[in-house]
């Protein structure tokens, strides 16, 4: 399949697999789950996680070094558009000036959701304040389309609710996304085990996010390696092009044109 890379503003990457720091049980199988998927974008939420905040407290940092993965701050938790914007500064400043983000405002505490007005919002500001903006978004495509407008470098729609491990559960709108869609499409949010990462990529997908599918695991750090395998075969299938749908089957070995016809 040769070098098979995607490009995000202005780094490239070879992984398709991101992959969250949230909800394992120490540091020790953060670092294990992250190294066992592979990814090279490793998403952290500012307000939950201490990279740097908390000099006397152990960083995530220290195991996840930014020399070795390329750190995507993160909004997660925030509810408005100052919160979001504050954090993402706060981010730049912890991170040497590092402007790459991950952008979420929600709009509902029980589904998380995105707020999408306020998410446009806080995009256009931040974009800017200099940052390159990565959108966790709603799989709106009329919305994905205002984001990429206002300078977002990628849109990460949702496939289910966060969390949930519902899989993806509107193909159709993630198409119409894909299909129209000038700069990277993420699935962010929904994936429950490698074959929705699998799904998600056999429609186009860029990449896939993810956090919880992993972190929720029984054994979280052979679920990332799963995952790893997921978004690949997916992305290897994609690439070669499926056969396409019939309403009835066709012989593997066809009788048609052979040495020993009646």
């Not at 939950?48 to 995530?60: C, K, M, Y």
């Not at 909004?75 to 919160?83: D, Q, R, Y």
């Not at 931040?126 to 903006?133: A, E, I, K, Y």
């Not at 709603?138 to 949930?164: K, Q, T, Y």
């Amino acid at each position: 399949m040769g070098t098979d890379s995607f490009k995000v503003g202005e780094r490239v990457f070879s992984s398709r697999l991101l992959v969250g720091t949230g909800k394992y049980r120490d540091l020790t199988e953060t670092r294990l789950a992250v190294e066992a998927s592979g990814a090279e974008v490793v998403t952290v939420a500012v307000r939950r996680s201490n990279i740097g905040q908390s000099a006397d407290e152990p960083s995530l940092l220290d195991v996840i070094r930014p020399d070795d993965y390329t750190i995507l701050p993160n909004t997660a938790g925030c509810f408005s558009t100052e919160e979001a914007v504050r954090t993402c500064r706060l981010a730049r400043e912890l991170l040497d000036g590092h402007d790459l983000v991950k952008l979420e405002v929600l709009g509902d505490e029980k589904t998380l959701f995105p707020d999408v007005a306020a998410t446009l919002e806080a995009a256009e500001l931040l974009v800017r304040d200099g940052f390159q903006v990565m959108v966790y978004t709603s799989d709106d495509p009329i919305i994905a389309r205002h984001l990429e407008e206002s300078g977002c470098v990628a849109v990460m729609p949702l496939a289910a609710p966060i969390g949930s491990g519902l899989g993806i559960r509107n193909p159709y709108n993630l198409l119409e996304i894909i299909d129209n869609a000038g700069v990277p499409v993420i699935v962010d949010a929904g994936v429950g085990t490698a074959s929705d990462a699998a799904v998600a990529m056999e429609l186009g997908c860029d990449a896939v996010l993810m956090n919880t599918a992993i972190a929720a695991a029984s054994h979280p750090v052979l679920m990332a390696s799963a995952m790893k395998k997921g978004v690949e075969a997916g992305r290897e299938a994609f690439l070669a092009g499926r056969m396409p749908r019939k309403r009835y089957a066709s012989a593997s070995s066809p009788v048609d044109g052979t040495f020993f016809q009646a």
